[in-house]
């Protein structure tokens, strides 16, 4: 009976019926309490409506029952990026189900990853301004720095001592300074990370037998709708003949967990 009333639920949420289905998995989950799917079928529910409290009292429940459940997972880590209250929290969830998609074929495992650059991206805006706020603190403070004459005892004795070279490290203050903003602040991507058909940073990076490497969907939309050929090297290419960059995307993944501001930023 409960897994009749999910399969009613499933029909109803496909046509758009969010009532019929949630009522459809409710009674599902009284009759058999046990079942994760249940709570998470109902999450996508709310989760439709943005009914953030509600999907976040699914999924916990879900996660209780089943703590691999990538979709639950998934949801609470959307749920709580959307209400805000826990950035961290959210990353976490939303890093869990990625690293579980690793032992599972998911068809939503895109929109994970997208939504978990989303919220690194959300978390590093809402932290933007008090960053930018003690750069320009350490900024000034290092100005003040290098302006006042510092009480520096030169070894002149000649006793094979270190000596102190106050240009050098006001140099070496500068250099650091230019590293923390280039950090902190958004600056151009590198052009290596960028796709030569989007021009946008690649998430799924492929190389073609020539060499050259694009993003995976921009490249098969070319082979789609332009022609089977290398849309720089103009020589044909077919689907099968494409190689995940892995090295490059594992260097992508590293540089978006430092620059969170990259992700669909305009290059």
């Known amino acids: ?24 998995y409710s009674e599902a989950i009284c009759l058999e309490p046990s079942n994760a799917i249940y709570r998470t079928n109902r999450a996508m529910c709310h989760m439709k409506r943005e009914n953030w409290p509600q999907v976040v009292h699914d999924t916990q429940a879900a996660l209780v029952l089943d703590s691999t459940s990538i979709k639950a997972h998934y949801l609470l880590g959307l749920a709580l990026g959307s209400i805000g209250s826990s950035h961290d ?40 301004h008090t960053a930018e706020a003690r750069l320009q603190d350490a900024q000034a403070l290092a100005a003040q720095f290098m302006r006042e004459p510092m009480d520096v005892q030169q070894d002149e004795g000649g006793d094979g ?31 290596h990370m960028c796709c030569q058909i989007s021009m946008e940073l690649m998430l799924e990076p492929v190389t073609t037998p020539c060499g050259i490497t694009y993003e995976r969907k921009a490249l098969l939309e070319h082979l789609k709708k332009v022609g089977k050929f290398d849309p720089i090297s103009r020589k044909p290419l077919d689907v099968h003949q494409l190689a995940p960059n892995l090295a490059l995307k594992e260097v992508i993944s590293q540089y978006l967990e430092q620059h969170p501001w990259a992700y669909e930023c305009n290059l």
Not at 5 to 17: Q, S
Not at 19 to 24: K, S, V
Not at 165 to 190: G, N, W
Request: proline share 3%; aromatic share 4%; glycine share 6%.
């Open 89 to 128: 929290e959210g990353i976490g969830h939303l890093k869990r189900a990625l690293d579980l998609c690793k032992e599972a074929t998911v068809s939503y495992k895109e929109d994970i990853l997208r939504a978990l650059l989303s919220l690194r991206k959300r978390k590093w805006e809402a932290g933007r």
């Open 161 to 191: 001592g270190p000596t102190f070279d106050i240009q050098q490290a006001q140099a070496c203050m500068v250099e650091a300074l230019e590293m923390l903003s280039r950090r902190t602040l958004p600056h151009r991507v590198p052009d």
């Open 1 to 24: 009976m409960a897994d009749a009333l999910k399969k009613h639920g499933n029909e109803c949420f496909a046509k758009g019926k969010l009532d019929a289905a949630i009522e459809a």
